[in-house]
């Protein structure tokens, strides 16, 4: 999986990475975990204050603003693994069928975006149904502007979209490229390191929450 990625940037740059077949996609793979589910953290914090800034509808007293950096969002290390085995293949097969690149990656992320929406609204219209006061259970999108039905909305799915685009087309190669220019045995030994501090991060954040120190 190793392309140097400082000539020209073409479509078979751009493919290759998905390859469930070898140790090198799985070790890349555990490696994106490992660091997404921090670095989701200081994602989600920014994420925040932006819509924070824009619609006000963050509380004062959510977690993210007082959770320490190295405690781990599970969510956004289960996301990297879900766009390296659904989104990755996906966008090498538009680069493949595209003329050029700019195309694969606004195909991408509207493809990502739309996913996203569906996604959202389903899961929406299945688990997040209204009272007979009107208020919903998790979350509402309803008084926000333009939002789906009152449960997706679209803001948040461009997002989303945006952090899809940047990981697959971006992160997740890079990852796959720093191992790909050393030696298996260093390689091996880098994941090795990733691991331990993320376990690391793991265990002193639950610790803190668990004794409270």
Known sequence: MGK???????ANDEIGYFAPKTWEFWRALIAAFCICTIVGHWLELLYCVIM?????????????????????YWVYGVGAV????????LKEYI??????????LLATFAI?????????????????????????????NSQLPFNIL??????????????AVLYVWLIYPLICE???????RAANWLLAFIIVAFAG?????YLQLWLGF
Request: proline share 7%; aromatic share 12%.
């Open 112 to 140: 990502t975006v739309i996913l996203s929406m569906v996604l959202e609204l389903v899961i929406g219209l299945l688990v997040n149904q209204p009272d007979e006061f009107g208020k919903y259970p998790f979350w509402d």
């Open 95 to 104: 680069v493949v069928r595209c003329k050029t690149l700019w195309g694969a």
């Open 52 to 72: 924070d800034a824009l619609f006000s509808i963050v509380a004062p007293d959510y977690v993210v603003w007082n959770d320490p950096w190295y405690h781990p």
């Open 178 to 184: 720093m191992f790909g220019h050393m030696r298996p």
């Open 4 to 10: 140097h990625r400082l000539h020209r940037i073409t």
């Open 82 to 89: 879900a766009m390296t085995l659904v989104i990755e293949p």
């Open 150 to 163: 009152g449960q997706a909305w679209l803001v948040n799915d461009v997002f989303i979209g945006l952090v």
């Open 201 to 205: 991060c793991c265990t002193l954040s």
